[in-house]
């Protein structure tokens, strides 16, 4: 019997009217084939019964098994999709006698396939919309974790905070100033160690830096770490100070960290070929006389460095000129400060190749202090103030440095006679600057 027999569960179940319709259409329907035309129109009647008894239940209906009509043939004879053949239907190009019926099931999951296996592209949309969707504006947001600086006294330099930020978001900082203007003191100290409170390493970089120093490597007594290696594992500041007189060759070897400076659990390996993942606090300050993307006649040594290298310290290089506000800061000695200023502005007035630097001026500081120490001992076997190293000694061992000519045009104008001839300047108050 054609279909009834998907039923039987159904009406085993029914009542007694019910099986008694079942049974007849079963007798009448004994001896039709599957195909049998009379045995279809039964089981439709049958059907009919089921439903009439059947009550609504809260289960889902199944999905009709909706039968899709034929593709209709385009001019070119090739068959058009069943979405591109409703379409045409909705614009009234195709006859919908001539495509097929559709009702709304059939639309519904037509649409649903084709969404589905066609999905809509940004090039697909209208250019009107386009430019809207252009012309919204972008918000980003960059979280910086969460972290406790220590407390400190902001040094008066204008760019300070956004060295700070650039450590902070991971970015590598390249310091560029001339000799003696406190690029390593900014570098090691105001930022690392007062700002950041964080412990530093560094490479002294020249001609003869080692790829040892850098990633490690067997030595006489032994494998030895490199500094870099140190510096990524620890959280350390890695200071690279005087980039630019290392060899381009071994410079490479930072290419790959300072790439990753910015990625959280980044890997790097050492000369044994040893990972190691890199510390959140890990920061990388270069300094530099030049920015060395070209050779120097002021600074011989410096070489030219790979553009990839350079490309590492992109938007975070600072031009550091000298800061008489820091500089006085840290000689705390306003009378030590003035005359150390006034001999570096002759040099520069004279255009001499010399560099009177804050290094000095902490060099001259120490020795006017031991100075003072051994001025109030008075104890017999006490060792004679002129005899040790002072203020002046330390300013004839830099002016020893110039020609004759240049000495004498050095002392002319910054009155040496009269406030070093014979240690005037002991008299004078340290509170003072002094006015040449």
Known sequence: MYQSKNHSAYFLQSDQSTIKRYNMVKNLSKNFTINNKV??????????????????????????????????????????????????????????????????????????????????????????????????PMVMSYELPERTLPTFTKPPIAEFQQMIDDVMMGNNVLLVGGAGTGKSFTAENLISKNALGREYITINCSQWTSPTEIIGGQTMDGYVEGKLIEAWKNGWILI???????????????NDALSKSKLSDAIIFNARKESFKKHPDFACIATGNIYPNKESMSYGANNKQDLSLLDRFSGSVYFV????????????????????????????????????????????????????????????????????????????????????????????????????????????????????
């Open 39 to 136: 045995a279809k129109d039964l089981d439709k009647l049958l059907m009919d019964f089921k439903a009439i008894d059947e009550k609504p239940t809260a289960v889902t209906k199944p999905k009709p098994n909706v039968t899709k009509p034929n593709p209709v043939k385009k001019t070119d004879g090739t068959l058009q999709s069943e979405f591109e053949e409703l379409f045409e239907i909705l614009k009234g190009n195709i006859n919908p006698q001539a495509a097929g019926s559709f009702d709304k099931v059939q639309i519904k999951d037509i649409l649903q396939e084709t969404l589905q296996e066609n999905k809509i592209k940004y090039n697909d949309l209208d250019s009107d919309l386009h430019k809207r969707l252009t012309s919204i």
């Open 240 to 254: 690279l100070d005087e980039l630019p007189k290392i060899d381009p060759n071994t410079a490479g070897l930072f």
């Open 321 to 436: 000129e000298k800061n008489p506000a820091i500089e006085r800061q840290i000689i705390q000695n306003e009378m030590l400060w003035s005359i150390c200023d006034k001999v570096r502005s002759v040099i520069e007035e004279l255009k001499y190749e010399a560099q009177l630097s804050l290094r000095f001026m902490q060099t001259a500081r120490d020795a006017f202090a031991l100075e003072q120490q051994r001025l109030k001992n008075n104890k017999p076997k006490a060792i004679p103030a002129n005899e040790g190293k002072t203020f002046k000694s330390a300013m004839d061992c830099f002016l020893s440095t110039f020609t004759e000519l240049q000495q004498k045009n050095i002392k002319d104008k910054i009155r040496y006679g009269h406030v070093f001839e014979n240690y005037q300047y002991r008299n004078l108050d340290s509170n003072q600057k002094l006015n040449f």
